[in-house]
């Protein structure tokens, strides 16, 4: 009986050994196929971001003290110029948000339907995607600048152009904003519109919804998932947006991505523009946080 | 409730005519549907009847008021889809409601009509529900009470029940007629299924690549039918190319391809007529005597439970024939046959 369970005993401890060899050798596989990815991550954004926030308080300097402090983040909120520009870039933000999703949303609903062109207008539509966001500030101040076309042409009337760049609320910056934002949340749109099945649109009809009552109770709420989406991508990106604002806003305020431009290349206070930056990247991230809570009832009910 | 016309109907997709010249009526309180095989045009007819289409010619008539120009939404028409095309981000409730919403029905009596609707169609209870959360039989009660609650005019079905089971389907089309009956609203129902078109309607609209062709109560078309695509369409048939040979009396012989027959005709033919001769299988007889008697052997013999499907070879045609019981004969067997002296005449080839 004693021979028998030692004998079996043996090999038992054996297979233990090579099993828990062959785990550990899974594990390294698990690792190296890891990597890339991993890797990729850590290299191009853990690491980078971190030394950011580092650099925000204090810390990591190049050819400076390190000392830990909250000192540039309380700049940041004590001091008007900062926090106004942080409020200056959330109100862009949400205006040409809010204006480009409203009229994405029209065109996107109208694009549904046949009409003859309708090829040639979903092509065309597309044409300010591929002009850079620089040359559309351009096209568009030559447009409605002072002393731009349309200002040369009411003078010649005798009218005054009003000051629709440089101004207070930068409505020069979203307008080209907008010029450049509603294709793209069209090309979204368009696509989640584009799925709803017919049968579903026809049955509202039929069951007496003029088509502005399909629009508002079938075609958008069906639609959320990509409207939200377009809405997340559009804010976040103008929230940072840096070309479109440094050329067509006004003396102050000015947007946080411009400040962080100038503390960073004229003043060298690379520590205030570290905190101006992680405070843009986690308000950004809040607004991430926000959008996936508000999907994630409606993902269940929807498709 | 009110009588539905279609005038001269025509409809093109690009060259292709979906529908040619239909002229069409629903009785007050009719159930009318129309059979045809997929691509005949029957689907486009009901749209342009609920005014998702746009016809391009005729005219389509609610009480013998023109409305094809009406948008779908003025139309006063429900229809039934064959997708069922719930609403899925509404409850089943919200569901059923939304056309009460859209005639802005106040919303007490608006909650009693839903509560109703969904009684009528045993649904009382599931009202909270999602549409995913029901089952395919379910969905399509839900889309016939969204389609009833509102009182329409006339209602429409767009082959409701193709996407169910074989036994669901049975038992559907039964409460289906029930409920149409009870309701007595107008109904014009589409559908491929011959079966389904025999127990629901009062009246059969036969249509074929893009035409009416017959027009007739079930047993009508069934037994008499007057069009080759009818015969063939409705159930099994036997058609048999014919040659009127001569008359005696109001009896007439012809040359067919199983030798020269005897038939009885009410309509007038003339010697030298082609027409086609139409027998349904359960009408021929296995056994020997009296006129029509053919000799032929058995090919096939298939039991199909209450009755025995057999195929009999005579001379170069093939006769399907059904007998009642488990199979008497086997493949192989020589057989009397005894067709029947009343067959359908179709004055067609």
Known sequence: MAQASAASAAPLSLDHARRAARHRREQWVTALLLTPGVGFLALFLIIPLAQVFLRSVGLAAVGQASRFTWGYYRQFWTEAQYRDGFFFSLWLGAASTAISLAIALVF???????????????????????????VAAFLILSLIGPGGILARLVFHWGWSWPQLVYDRWGWGVILVLVWHNVPFMMVIISAVMASIPHDIVDAARNLGASPWAVFRDVTVPLSLSGISAATLLVFIQV?????????LESAYPLALPVIMQTEMMDRANWALASALGSVLTLASAAVLVLYYRLVQGRGEIVR | MARVELRGVTKAYGPVAAVRDVHLEARDGEFLTILGPSGCGKTTTLRIIAGLLDPDAGEVLLDGRPV???????????????????FPHMTVAENVGFGLRMRRVPSAERRARVAEALEMVELGGLGGRYPRALSGGQQQRVAVAR?????????????????????????LRLELRALQQ???????????????????????????????VEIGAPQDVYRRPRARITAEFLGIANLLEATVAGARGDRYVADTPVGRLEMACAE???????????????DIRIGAGGVNCLRGAVQQAAYLGATTDYVVRVNDAL????????PAYRIGDTVSLVLPEAPAVIRER
């Open chain 1, 239 to 247: 929230f940072g947006a840096f070309a479109v604002p440094s050329l």
């Open chain 1, 108 to 134: 996107s609903a109208l694009m549904q339907i046949r009409f003859p062109g309708r090829l040639a207008m979903s092509v065309l539509y597309k044409i300010p995607l591929v002009v850079p966001s620089l």
């Open chain 2, 182 to 212: 009870r309701l007595r609203i107008t109904t014009v129902y589409v559908t491929h299924d011959q079966a389904e078109a025999l127990v629901l309607s009062d009246r059969i609209a036969v249509m074929d690549r893009g035409r009416v």
């Open chain 2, 147 to 171: 389609a009833v609650v509102t009182r329409p005019k006339v209602l429409l079905f767009d082959e409701p029940l193709s996407n169910l089971d074989a036994k669901l389907r049975e038992r």
């Open chain 2, 68 to 86: 094809h120009h009406l948008p779908a939404h003025r139309r006063e028409t429900a229809m039934v889809f064959q997708s069922y095309a719930l």
């Open chain 2, 268 to 282: 007038r033919l003339a010697s030298g007529d082609a027409v086609t001769l139409s027998f349904r299988p359960e």
């Open chain 2, 319 to 326: 006769l399907r024939v059904q007998q009642p019981g488990e």
